[in-house]
């Protein structure tokens, strides 16, 4: 019997549409996974190896799936779009986008806006105006960034959940190695090295006591869909079991 995680209803920005409970739904589908619990970080468990995982995404092809309305660089997009480093991408209500560019693999939610930076074939970095998007990125030999309204995260190779609002961005360093600085106030920077969903945070315009950078919960993102958008670059989550060595 495949459990269910119940999440925590603390949503940055107003998504709280049915669309959540039938994207969880979706996302199980897709993964088929079997779990024994819900571990220490209140996220499930694999009970086995997920050997129903989708393999690799065809060269050349860049969605995986989508639901609703999807823009691509302004224009309606389906499931033979090609998605490019320096492309914006745009979700309505009740939408979603899985895709992958190059190394890195997305899952961008309902009513989100980002822009994904460019250095030659290569995603560099994202701007995320609106919205949240999960991410996972190939290793790299140097820092690339994301940029939200309150944060600026460094970043290498790393799983990510981000859902930013005009005056506070959640950020969850899945697995990996970030380093988020607030940007009304450059000095205060958390260096963070996860594992597994470790040191959530909110990155605040304002806050009491001058804290900007204050810790959160784990919230609307998924061990499942970050299975789910590795395999789609061929890889593995670092607790997909053992044996498995992901590079950072």
């Given amino acids: 019997m495949l459990l269910k995680l119940s999440y925590s209803s603390g949503k940055v920005n107003d998504m709280?549409?049915?669309?959540?409970?039938r994207r969880k739904l979706l996302v199980d589908a897709l993964?088929?996974?079997l779990f024994t619990g819900i571990n220490a970080a209140g996220l499930m468990v694999p009970a086995i190896a997920l050997s129903n995982l989708p393999g690799r995404l065809p060269s050349g092809q860049s969605i995986y799936s989508l639901k609703g309305r999807v823009f691509v660089d302004g224009k309606a997009?389906?499931?033979k779009t090609t998605i490019n480093p320096g492309s914006s991408l745009q979700t309505g209500d009740n939408s979603e986008v899985i895709f992958v560019v190059g190394s890195d693999a997305f899952i961008l939610r309902s009513r989100s806006n980002v822009r994904l930076g460019a250095q030659g074939t290569l995603v560099q970095g994202l701007r995320v105006l609106t919205g949240a998007i999960l991410g996972v990125f190939g290793k790299r030999e140097a820092s690339h960034e994301i940029v939200t309204s309150t944060a600026t995260i460094g970043i290498r190779g790393t799983g990510i959940y981000i859902d930013a609002a005009p005056d506070k961005t959640y950020a969850c360093t899945c697995y990996g190695h970030t380093q988020i600085?607030?940007?009304t106030d450059p000095a205060q920077v958390r260096d963070i090295v996860t594992t597994h969903h470790d040191k959530p945070v909110?990155?605040?315009?304002?806050?009491?006591?001058?804290?900007?950078i204050?810790?959160?919960p784990v919230i609307d993102h998924s061990d499942s869909e970050l299975n789910l958008i590795e395999a789609l670059v061929?890889?593995?989550t670092p607790f997909a079991g053992a044996g498995y060595k992901y590079e950072y």
Avoid at 16 to 21: A, H, I, L, R, T
């Fill in 16 to 21: 709280g549409d049915k669309q959540d409970s």
């Fill in 31 to 33: 993964t088929l996974g």
């Fill in 77 to 79: 997009a389906d499931i």
């Fill in 181 to 183: 600085r607030a940007n």
């Fill in 202 to 212: 909110y990155i605040l315009n304002s806050g009491s006591q001058d804290q900007l």
């Fill in 214 to 216: 204050v810790p959160a």
């Fill in 234 to 236: 061929g890889r593995k």
